[in-house]
């Protein structure tokens, strides 16, 4: 590569990107009938069965002459060119269930190899030069510069220098961000575009093993192995289609030997796809797809798919307070005077104290005195001098030109500090204390005028979260380094599980391995480099985006909103997840009921009986046959948004969800199937009744014979 | 207006039953984990010199296969004895009758037959075969697929609470259940028909005069010896050919009620012993409560069928008593249908009525409890396949609850449902591919009946086989060599392949690390929980098995009940 001008690009370089994803009808149009290839359909043993009876009747009924045992009965040219339409419409739909939600998927990693296709990057070599190298040819700890306008080439870390980052590109539309070199927030994401500042990076990943990579290989699916419930349950559908074929295959002889003029090949594959479980094997891997999808949408990078459906598993959530269950700072939400001093006295010096104090603690206590009507005193801020909070002094505050002292501070800094403390204010102190919360004590001149009392505001909302976990049946621990006082107030106001006080963040890791060994599922959530063996550990780990590289990489999901809350959606989607397989399994078994009561009277006609099983007086059986195939086929796109969805979850105890989904899959699949072969039945036999339709129905039997 | 005099006293039978049942559970699991128990003074001597005969070390735990490979040699072992016994039986001794030796595939027939629980007879049992068989042979045979079919619940019951792989050791399981269940409760047993009246004796036959003139030979034996193990073991292989419809095997109505309570005593027990077993006693609660209700279902059905007949009733004849053509005239129709019921759900197979005469209805009903072999079912296995139906129910409800589904702290993936899957296939391959070849190549013969009449009997022939039941109507010959060899592929099929899937899938939970119920799992114990599964049962059998109920039993015209 020729030295170049490091500043500018060279002409023509791509250095940046911007598009949106754009679902592609058209391709999803395409790939619905591209995947009618063998090779594909072969993938899902039950549309295969499908697949395989759709040439067979193709054959059947173009050319009876070559099956004359089979076809030679009750061969009906036009009654086996609607099963065998049928039957393509069937797969047709599964396969538009599929290439619907792979275009979803598609349209989100073109969006993303968009940006890394010949991206360019300015590699500063060991020497200092900059030279303009293609991202592809970065290895990871070689070092990059990025400027304003260009796009960070692969995940690094911020060595040298801070910027403000676009990330819109992984995370939508969130705001921009700060990223620096030192601390926690050193790390950028491959594809990021820098607004402002100049960054050195240090690369981090392979080319193509970074994040947009990851991204877009689990969206395109290579990487989507079937999760293990996935497998189960395809291995019990596929025990149920084959008990079921053999079922009517042996029918079919018995049929064909005893009652032959019962026997008709076209009505023997209309029963047998009725039956095997079309409407689940259909919508199966668009239900896997889109749970990822779902994920995705929620702006969290899943590492593989099986770590979505482990989150539906999940029995503890490690939560960090901070953050996660308080807003992260103590406010102050009362203030307590000492005997003999006026409360207006009391938060006069406090918000006096804290009138330079920028910290959340020192507004919020400006801003509790400014709802009781006090405002601070009018301060010259050149004159004034500051006593900042330093940990060793454990308190803060000013003296004025006049040569007032206001401090604020720990009640055993102030005491030391004003060499005594009233003997009624220690009571309050250690009632405050003994309530969780913390107390800071005001003083004006070495005189102590009472207490500030500070309080870990816990998130709006969160109690709500928690109740819903719980009744999910998740167990919620909650780690602090707060002392166990304020820490079981904490929990006792939020409604967490459990705590564990005074915690190191690696402690985190032994809790870990302890709810493990009881079987239990866990997931945590955590930024820290610190963090990361935990991460890597837990069953389902959630990385903050703006945390550390480590924390990110060991984790197998990436929160790109960095909100730890977000685990609780997650939860949700994996929980979607599973009971969109189940519910839709059930409604597919239980809508076989009443396709059984359209189809059986069709075939035994003339039994004695038989009219007894008829119960939704189908009087003309090839037609209840093609009502009750044409149900099965439009059960698939009925049910596609569902699939494509989720299933509706509201938090539940798991007796309740099951109740739930079987009144709703379980009761409606067999109330709808039997409400909608009717209808198709209806519409059928007025179809079959209007001359117009007969005319053309004839001509077309008549072309079929004459073939 | 149907007889129902008698009703009470089948509502006290039952509910005796559950009270020794549950008595009995508890016994069985002592038994099986290992704990001191009631027998242990008389038995353990006998136990261990037993072990040491067989150089088995009974602490030596089996991983499935080992388990699975140890039952089927003994079996295999027990079926070649009696197969060899019943071909030579013409030369050997204790053959007072002179019953000649039997053909090669009879006998092979006949030894598969009750080496797996079916005890399906394809001859005449007091004519065909001698003392010696009967006694060394069937008798041993009755005992061991009993214990066999108790070692593998005992067995696959292991696998919900153990962790390390094994399942328990076979020999001593097959002991165990040998010695401390099926010998000391046949024994009460024998010693309750003994004092109902039925006869005990080594005397082959007596010789009666009667006043008519003539002379008489009635055949005797053991039968109160055998009733009580052909009864308790789930057996169902008559001393006489009419079975329970004979006098002398079953004279009363009390003999009645003693039979019922013994074969439904360890298949009721079986839910009480699981229970223990994984230590959650309230789990018991929708086993049993889905084998009581769909058992209640089919006893309610068969009177309500044989009430009466519809073609009779079009003719005028009167009913009162019920329909009572292939009725025992010694039993009201509530105490029949109760034995009738029982033997068939139970897949016992004894029979005190002629099967093939009874109404459409009441054939569908004795179909239905055998396509599900599982309420409660034979000896072990029926609970085995309650078990497995259990795993099938709850992988499709657990999903629906969003959690990978789990059953009393074990996660179901998939290698339980590969195995659940072959126990899926295994019965409708067994059943109805036999029936289709037969039909195709019109292989069997009959005596008399309609079209559908016909094929309900090859239906149930290959149905009880494959249940291992047993029960057979008789207007099909099926002393065939086809009958005889396709009938003993259908039974060791129908048996043996759900036995392995049974051991494997405990074996794998076994292996499984353990998931802890939390307050997410689904609650098994709960009303919610059992409708749902006796629904999951009955709709999925249902699909598989309906048309060929059409064919058959429906087809032969109205169902009856009044």
Redo the contacts between chains.
Sequence with gaps: MAAVDPLTPPHGAKVSVKRKPVLSWAGALKASFTKMDPRVQVRNPIMFVVYIFFFFMLLATFLPGLFPDLAGVGYDPMYYLSITIILFVTLWFANVAEALAEAQAKAQADSLKEVRSGLMARQILPDGTRRWVPSSHLHSGDHVEVRPGEMVPLDGDVVQGGAVVDESMMTGESEPVVRESGGDKTSLIGGARVLQGIVMVRITAEPGFGFLDRMIRLVEGTTRDKS??E???T??L???T???L???V??A???G??YPSLFNLGTIIALVVC?IPTTIGGLLSAIGISGVNRVSKANVIAKSGKAV?AA??L?VLILDKTGTITVGNRLAVQFLPTNGVDLTQLMKAAINSSALDDTPEGRSIIRLAGLKGVLPDRIDVQKTRVIPFSPERKMSGLVTPEGAEYMKGATSAIETYAGGFPDDLALKVRDVSSGGKTPLAVCLNKKVLGLVVLKDVVKPGIKDRLREL?M????TVMCTGDNRLTAAAIAAESGVDSFIPEAKPEQKMSIIQQEKA???LVAMSGDGTNDAPALARADVGLAMNSGTSAAKEAANMVDLDSDPTKLIEVVSI???L??T???L??FS??N??AK?FAI?PA??VG????SS?NLMELTDPKLAVLSALLFNAFAIPLLIPIAMRGVA?HPA???E???R??TI??VGGLVSAFVGIKVFYLALSYLFTDPAFMAVSEMVRGAILGL | MIELSTLPDVILTILLVIFLARALGLYLSKVFMGRPSLLDPIMVPFESALMRLMGVDPDHQMKWKEYAVALLSLNAAGLIFAFLLLTFQGGLPLNSLGAPGMSWDLALHTAASFTTNTDFQHYVPEQQVSLLSSMLGLLVLMFLSAATGISVMVAFTRGFSRRDGSIGNFYFDVTQAFTRVLLPLSVLGALLFILAGVPQTLTQSVTIYPWTGGAQTIPLGPVAAWDGIEFLGTNGGGFYAANAANPLQNPSAVTNLISVVLMLLIPFASPFMFSRMVRREQEARPLLATILSIFLLGLFLMIFFQSSNPFLASTGVSQSGGYLVGAEQRFTLPESALFQVTSIYSNTGATSMALGSLTPGAQIDLFWGMFLQCVPGGDGTGFGMLLINVI?AI???????????EYL?NK???H???W???T??SH??AI??P??IT??FGLASFSGGT?AHQ?TVVLYEFTSESANNGSGMSSLNDNTLFFNLAGTIVMLVGRYLPIIAMLAIGGSLAST????P??????TN?A??TI?LI?FIT??T???????L??GP??Q???GGP
């Design positions: 293990p419930n497998v189960s349950l291995i019990l596929t025990a149920l084959a008990a079921i053999v079922v009517i042996s029918l002889y018995l049929l030997f005893r039956l459906e539906g598993d029995d719980k999910m049946g998740i167990r009881q079987g239990h994996g929980k979607q599973l009971i397989r189940g519910a399994t059930t078994i239980t076989d009921v059984y059986i075939i035994f039994f004695a009986g038989i099983l979850f105890t798991a007796v969800l099951l109740r989904n079987l899959y379980g | 099938l992988f499709v409800g657990g999903l629906m609850v969003g959690r990978t589904p702290g179901i993936g998939k339980q449902m590969k659940a899957a072959v899926i296939l409708p391959f109805l591919i029936t289709a039909f195709v079209a094929f690390d353990p998931a802890p939390g307050p997410g799992t689904l609650k709960s919610t929980f749902y629904l709709i999925v249902g699909l598989l098995f309906l048309p060929v059409v064919m429906f087809a015209g109205a169902l």
